[in-house]
């Protein structure tokens, strides 16, 4: 199994909704992380995930929260978004925490918020 | 802080010329340089990378050229077809403060390939 997979496809929610994303690969990858995506813009780092662990949060709002459960499993749980949160959430996973190494990607969460 | 500027911005080419898209970053500590292929909808699918190490690699119509002294980096495909028609995004991969990896994006090419 060679790639990142996200769910839903597509989210609509208000701004007092508690919603979650969920992002899964089965490559063995050790680092694991999550970008935003406006239209026409490169993808944005918020959080990185290396060995389960949280190395990297790139002053996120504290209405975003990441959750790494085991190592092919990686979660972000959205409390009272505003709606320039809406965007295109990407997942990705990289074989190495430590090192500079490919990362692959999946094909995004596109989120509306009214 | 780290910065990678990507040109053009957009690109337009007849079938079956080439294209060129150049990077330039400026942490010198980058070591590893890839280059991702978005279309519409879609995540970035990672087309071809380089590492610091080496200065030339090609894979069929795509190649990347790299020049570690001038911190520049391009891509190139030739004989371009419809469906290279796409954004391409650069990115420079190189150590942060807390021991972990992670890339600096370019601004993104929107490549069309005119039939």
């Known amino acids: 199994d060679t790639e990142v997979t996200q769910t839903p496809k597509h989210l609509v929610m208000g701004m007092t909704n508690k919603k979650s994303l969920k992002c899964e690969q089965h490559?063995?990858?050790?680092?694991m992380y999550w970008y935003k995506q406006k239209a026409k813009k490169p993808p944005e780092l918020m959080f990185v995930?290396?060995?389960?662990?949280?190395?990297i949060n790139e002053s996120v709002p504290s209405r975003f929260s990441p959750e790494c459960p085991n190592s092919s499993l990686l979660n972000l749980h959205l409390h009272a978004l505003q709606p320039e949160d809406s965007a295109l959430y990407l997942c990705?996973?990289?074989?190495?925490?430590?090192?500079?190494?490919?990362?692959?990607f999946g094909p995004g969460t596109r989120l509306t918020v009214t | 802080g780290e910065n990678v500027e990507q040109h053009p911005s957009t690109l337009s080419v007849q079938e079956g010329d080439s294209a060129v898209i150049k990077c330039t970053y400026s942490?010198?500590?980058?070591?590893?340089f890839p280059w991702y292929k978005q279309e519409l909808g879609k995540g970035p699918q990672l087309i071809i990378d380089?590492?610091?190490?080496?200065g030339e690699k090609k894979d069929q119509r795509i190649a990347v050229t790299l020049n570690k002294t001038a911190k520049h980096f391009s891509l190139h495909i030739t004989e371009t077809q419809p469906e290279d028609s796409a954004v391409y995004f650069c990115?420079?991969?190189?150590?942060?403060?807390?021991?972990?990896?992670?890339?600096?994006f370019g601004t993104g090419t929107r490549l069309k390939v005119l039939a």
């Open positions: 490559m063995g990858h050790r680092a």
């Open positions: 990705a996973s990289s074989p190495s925490g430590t090192g500079a190494y490919e990362q692959y």
């Open positions: 990115a420079a991969m190189g150590p942060t403060t807390s021991g972990t990896y992670k890339y600096i």
């Open positions: 942490d010198s500590a980058s070591n590893y």
């Open positions: 380089i590492r610091s190490n080496v």
């Open positions: 995930y290396s060995y389960e662990k949280l190395s």
